[in-house]
DNA sequence: CTAGGGTTATCT
DNA sequence: AGATAACCCTAG
């Protein structure tokens, strides 16, 4: 079989481009089927077209501009005057102009701890956080990610062929769709705890800030967390609750910490998530009233 | 049949 | 390793 990989031709693309200014974005097989291109594109298939077509998009629109989220439409309906052939080629991904590498003031070369972000990184720790016995889906880790560092609209994308490595590299372990860390792997993330105190590699790590919390206060906690973690946005819904929790820094009052997980537990039940930043500033403003509500909470 | 998620191959 | 393009699989 050898059908090593089919390239796109100038022709095929500009082909599939007229098609869709003709039947619109959508109609491929129609598009394909329409003696006009048919000649061009009988080696390709409806979803062909379609999957090209979403390539082209995103490179179009995906980096340089966001201004039209789709259909790069090429030419007014009304251009009959003059067609221009081959200026149809798109300029490919407009790099969001990178400086140049001459000079960089603020990037020191020794600074190496934090080159680039990293993806293996927040993959792994990902993982290892999810840890979920049954192994974690892709789109799961992928979400925990997008909450905790941006990233880019293809780094979906990139996840597939990340975890492939990693697999390649023995520290993920791939069951059917779900993904895992390796066991041996996971011994030895975990081994590395015993001296190394000064591991101040990611000090926004959650972790467990109670201390001495009152039982009432931590089985709400534990209750809210584990109901929102449930859910599909939970990640996010955990991590912003640390990260507020660090901004406030008033996460030694416990019932604060009761009533940030109130709020949170509210809202998530809604369905939506909300900043953080909108709700330590409310509990700020309301913290007298919020405790009478939390001991309602509590105590109902 | 189409849309979208997921996978593999190939190029920087 | 990061990114992109072509290809495959499945739900609606």
């Known amino acids: 079989m050898g059908a090593p990989k089919q390239k796109w031709t100038s022709e095929e693309e500009e082909a599939l481009r007229r098609g869709v200014v003709k039947h619109g974005a959508g109609k491929w097989r129609t598009i394909q089927k329409d003696p006009e291109f048919s000649p061009v594109l009988s080696s390709r298939s409806n979803i062909d077209l379609k999957d090209k077509w979403r390539n082209l998009s995103f490179s179009a629109n995906g ?58 990184a927040m993959i792994l720790e990902a993982l290892a956080e999810l840890n979920e016995p049954i192994g974690s889906e892709i789109t799961t880790i992928y979400h925990y990610i997008e909450q905790r560092h941006e990233v880019q609209p293809n780094f979906r994308r990139l996840l597939c062929a990340k975890l492939r490595r990693l697999i390649g590299a023995k520290k993920v372990e791939k069951i059917d769709k779900a993904y895992k860390l390796t066991d041996s792997y996971a011994k030895k993330a975990l081994a590395p705890m015993k001296d190394s105190s000064l591991k101040k590699k990611d000090p926004a790590k959650p972790s467990k800030a109670s201390k001495n919390l009152s039982p009432g206060v931590e089985a709400a906690g534990a209750a809210a967390m584990k109901l929102v973690d449930a859910e599909a946005k939970a990640h996010l819904a955990k991590d912003h609750m640390v990260e507020a929790a660090r901004i406030s820094r008033m996460a030694e009052d416990t019932e604060s910490l009761l009533m940030l997980a109130t709020e949170l537990y509210e809202r998530c039940s809604r369905g939506e998530m909300i900043t953080m930043l909108q709700v330590a500033a409310q509990r700020e403003d309301q913290t007298h009233q919020s405790h009478a509500n939390i001991r309602s909470f509590v105590h109902g």
Do not use: F
């Not at 067609?83 to 790099?95: F, G, T, W």
């Open 63 to 120: 980096l340089g501009s966001r201004d039209k989220i789709r259909v790069p439409r090429i030419k007014g309906p009304s251009s009959s005057s003059s067609p221009s052939p081959q200026l149809l080629l798109l300029p490919a991904p407009y790099n969001v102009a990178e400086a140049s590498p001459a000079e960089d003031p603020e990037k020191s070369p020794q600074d190496d701890k934090t080159p680039s972000p990293k993806y293996s």
